[in-house]
């Protein structure tokens, strides 16, 4: 009888330590709301959309900041379009009509940089006004995106050259520290990560984090689109023949932690910034329905 029982206690204590095991890797579930949804226009709370040589035009990037007020670049308006957290709509922000927006970013204190078609890059303070303006004087086109690191410094595209082949880092004062060769999506998750030609991911430090092959994709070649306050990298994966994308939340270390779908994103990666991930661990997509354009938001249980 004491047997039986020893045996039942043995059971007992493999079934708990396996319940813990697996709550632990149990992947976070992720819920979608849709934040806003406005008319395409120039009015107030409304984003200017058209078709241009047969490209969808429109917001050329947004942005999240810290407390969650998005931000969007209206490119055809000259303008930024500031929303709530609720997704409701504040105020715009009218930009000089010779300037082209190109890109936005936030760094720790909720000061924006904006990026420019010139290649300089505006700061201002969380109420909107302007700290400065960073003259790089690029000769070329900058190419997007743009990115504030948790270092204090700016990762941009090299203006002098149009394929993106080369990445500067300044510091907010514009004074140039290094450049590095391309590094894809090395601006996107803040200098962290990048993936390499061989389908490693790699740290700021060229040291291989792990294998895309660990990660067990069949769909595409992942993209990054970000990573959130505990480092934890974001990648997106286009479906083929299908109106959603992918999107995999991975540990530093490559473990998976969550596997989700976001609302396909009608915006072409070279030329528009239509997918964020915030500090907290949310995703955001901005897009175009026909008369109107919608801005989701993907967030953990």
Known sequence: MCKKN?????????????????????????????????????GPGELSWKMI???????????????????VLDLLCNRIVNFDREGKYV?????????????????????????YWSGDI?????????????????????????????RKTILLMDPDVRRGDKII???????FIKEKDNLIGYIITKGEYYIGSDNSVYNANGKPAFSI??????????????IDSLRNIYFKIGLKESL?????????????LADFLIKYSSGHSDVCRTVRVSDA???????????KFQIWEYYPE
Do not use: W
């Open 169 to 175: 880092e300044v510091d907010t004062n514009g004074n």
């Open 244 to 256: 959603e994308d992918r999107v995999l939340k991975v540990s530093p270390k490559g473990r998976r």
């Open 53 to 71: 040589d047969l490209l969808p035009t429109g917001p050329i990037s947004f942005g999240v900041n810290r407390k969650g007020k998005m931000f």
């Open 281 to 291: 661990g949310h995703v955001y997509v901005l897009d175009d329905v026909g008369e």
């Open 122 to 150: 505006a700061i201002y303070d969380k109420d909107m006004n302007l700290i400065r303006l960073l003259d790089l004087k690029g000769k070329g086109h900058p190419i997007t995106p743009m990115e504030v690191t948790n």
């Open 6 to 42: 020893l045996i039942c206690l043995r059971v007992s204590f493999v079934l708990i330590i396996l319940s813990f095991v697996n709550c632990f890797l149990l992947r976070e579930e992720y819920r979608e709301r849709l934040l806003v949804e406005g008319k395409i226009g120039s």
């Open 91 to 115: 105020e715009s922000f009218p930009q000089d009509i010779n300037v082209y927006l190109m890109d936005i970013a936030f760094d720790k204190n909720n000061n924006m940089y904006v990026e």
């Open 213 to 226: 092959k660990k990660l067990k994709i069949k769909d595409g070649r992942p993209e990054i689109i970000g």
